[in-house]
């Protein structure tokens, strides 16, 4: 059984700015502040470049560490890994999460013939450790973590945005 999420949006910046973003183990961190009893991240470490089958280590700003796999490395257009290593209440709740990023250029001018902005999809399908977590893993994770990733998205059109209006002045 699985709880699936789903955070989106659209960011004035290209496609290529914002995997980049999204990939980026220096500025990525500080833009997942975490939400209730979903922490923030503090640091992410990639253990081998980005491709398929590489690992990531991050940890959290309660001390807590996760481990990332990469299963889908597409850029600028796709980007998925498989979390792993969740510690207490959410691991007893869930096994793994599933996360996959899709970012697609888009007009948002409607005179526009070259995109002007990128839409991205953040879904995350969290696989339950058996049926008896849903009623608690459905309100934690949709209550919380939901806001997180929307939050993410936010802080980074944010700093997207706010680079492009200086590029552009």
């Not at 470490?45 to 309660?62: H, I, K, Q």
Request: with cysteine; hydrophobic share 45%; proline share 8%.
């Amino acid at each position: 059984m699985r709880v699936s999420l789903l955070a989106e949006r659209s960011i004035s910046a290209t496609p290529e700015a914002v995997f980049a973003l999204a990939l980026d183990p220096e500025r990525f961190p500080a833009l997942f502040e975490g939400y209730g009893p979903i922490p923030g991240l503090h640091r992410i470490t990639p253990l081998a470049p980005p491709a398929v089958g590489s690992m990531r280590s991050l940890e959290n700003e309660d001390g807590s560490r996760l481990m990332e796999r990469i299963t889908a490395f597409d850029p600028p257009r796709r980007h998925a890994y498989t979390l792993s290593g969740f510690r207490g209440p959410l691991a007893w709740l869930a096994r793994e999460g599933h996360a996959d990023w899709t970012f697609a250029a888009e007009s948002i001018e409607r005179s526009a013939s070259t995109p002007t902005a990128t839409r991205v999809l953040w879904r995350y399908d969290f696989e339950l450790t058996n049926v008896l977590a849903w009623p608690f893993a459905w309100p934690l994770l949709h209550g919380f973590m939901q806001v997180a990733m929307r939050q993410c998205l936010e802080r980074m059109a944010e700093a997207l945005e706010a680079a492009w209006r200086r590029e552009r002045d």
